[in-house]
């Protein structure tokens, strides 16, 4: 009963609080926090306790198939479903926006309708929180972005990939007879119909994470959304489309998956190469951040058409690692917009020297996103060429090590851009980190440097994701 009241709970709070005519944005922050807290709390014990307490599942529907609000964490979701309460908490922190109890509010709508859908385990209850987690990113980018076009970008590719994911779900469901076939085994749709129905799913996957050429919402939604809410879109829900891939494309159709490795490998490997060169001469600081993640989520494309149970394992640690110091590089660039009213590296410089918090914090991220050994960019990525190499994928690992060395030129441009060198004249002197803002991002960091000092720390953990993702890429899924 514990994994609905999970989903509940965020909800629940951040509609009362659009509901509240108190403006006091401490309060609001609070109140936030709190939630955020207790949600993660929620987490670890529907992680560690029984089964009663991990599932529940109500059928509503029986015609034309049969599905249920069923919820429940697996092996695989519970990676998510930890980094999103996390980041969750870390951005309530970090906001320092206008009317903050609303902005608070959509931060907890949105982790709501994110852990419905990492906890669905019904195909259409899925789909239902896929459309859902879009509006609260919407709204923002409505009442706080800066081009309301960017919102209507976001929304109508992200909403197209949601109409194919209902339409193939629809089609699942009339097919195999239930949709409410997340996490169990045995399950492989095949038949005239099967390359369709994944191919809706697919398309929603990737307009999601997204990959190249269906990435042109990405750059501009991260650079217009402000950083708390970009913060947790990078670090969460970009992972929901890789997430399906393996919970519902490689599970539930992996011939499908199997037939079309190619086509993801390539699309994979042009995200990567594209997202790295381009990071490569942004003068944006938020679109060096945001180029980068498409370069680093085609590495996990390529991991998972690998079908390989090593950089399948090698994704899961990435998409936690990937989440950590993207989640911390947007909340420094907010701190950094809100003190110096600018995101350009051609208007910055020097403001380690009266920041030195600040230039510490994102010196430990910016190292992280290029993978330095010691931190948990590393540990996935090294365990994805592993993988890879050893599925016959060899071009696309040489391939890889471009961007991978490039990510070295990009984030040690960005760290000198905005740390370094001589002081803009223009810019005055502001405060180095306050204590909310480094409580903010002490767990992001944290995590970043216990993650790659003790990898086998993070392994030893993820015994059970790593069985789950071996059995599904061996065609008998958990």
């Known amino acids: 009963m514990l994994a609905p009241l999970l989903v509940l709970v965020p909800i629940a709070a951040g509609l009362v609080m659009l509901l509240l005519r108190s403006e006091n944005a401490t309060l609001a922050k609070a109140i936030g926090a709190i939630v955020a807290a207790a949600t993660f709390v929620l987490a670890l014990l529907v992680q560690n306790g029984s089964s009663e307490l991990r599932e529940f599942s109500f059928r509503w529907l029986s015609r034309p198939f049969e599905s249920s609000f069923h919820f429940g964490v697996t092996s695989i979701s519970i990676w998510l479903v930890l980094l999103l309460t996390v980041c969750t908490f870390c951005a309530v922190l970090a906001t320092n926006v206008s009317r903050t109890r609303a902005f608070v509010a959509q931060l907890l709508l949105l982790e709501g309708s994110m852990l419905g859908l990492f906890l669905a385990r019904d195909l259409l209850v899925f789909a239902l929180f896929w459309d859902l987690m879009l509006l609260p990113v919407f709204f923002v980018l409505i009442g706080w972005g800066q081009h309301h076009a960017t919102a209507w970008r976001y929304l109508l590719y992200n909403f197209a990939g949601g109409l ?4 193939a779900t629809a089609a699942f469901g009339v097919l195999y007879g239930s949709t409410d076939v997340i996490g169990r085994g045995g399950v492989n749709l095949i038949g005239s119909w099967a390359p369709w129905i994944f191919a809706g799913f697919a398309f929603a996957f990737l307009v999601k994470t997204p990959v190249w050429p269906l990435h042109t919402w990405m750059p501009l939604t991260y650079a217009d959304t402000p950083a708390p809410m970009v913060a947790v879109v990078s670090a969460v829900q970009s992972k929901a489309g890789l997430y399906g891939l393996i919970a519902i494309g490689m599970a539930l159709m992996p011939d499908s998956l199997r037939a079309s490795a190619m086509f993801f490998v390539v699309l994979g490997v042009i995200s990567l190469l594209y997202g790295a060169f381009t990071a490569l001469v942004q003068s944006d600081c938020k679109r060096v951040v945001a180029y980068s993640s498409l370069s680093h989520l085609g590495l996990i494309v390529v991991a998972i058409a690998s079908f390989n149970p090593i950089a399948l394992q090698g994704a899961l640690i990435y998409m936690v690692g990937h989440g950590l110091f993207s989640a911390a590089l947007f ?3 907010g701190f950094v917009e809100s003190r110096e009213d600018t995101r350009s590296l051609t208007r ?6 009266q920041n030195p918090r600040l230039a510490g914090a994102l010196c430990i991220a910016s190292l992280a996103a290029l993978g330095l050994p010691g931190l948990a960019g590393f540990v996935g990525e ?3 060429l592993t993988g890879v190499f050893q599925a016959g994928w060899i071009w696309a690992v040489v391939l890889a090590l471009i961007p991978i060395v490039l990510a070295a030129a990009y ?3 960005l ?6 060198g001589p002081q803009v004249a223009d810019l005055p002197v502001r405060p180095d980190l306050s204590w909310i803002e480094g409580l903010a991002l002490a767990p992001l960091v944290l995590a970043l440097v216990f993650v790659g000092v003790n990898p086998h720390v993070l392994t030893t953990f993820d015994t ?7 059995s599904i890429a061996q065609g008998t899924a958990r």
């Open 348 to 353: 910055l410089g020097g403001l380690g020297a």
């Open 164 to 167: 194919t994911l209902l339409l």
């Open 415 to 420: 760290f000198q851009g905005i740390m370094n």
């Open 331 to 333: 909340l420094i660039l």
């Open 411 to 413: 984030m040690l441009r």
């Open 382 to 384: 090294i365990i994805i």
């Open 464 to 470: 059970r994701a790593y069985n789950a993702v071996a």
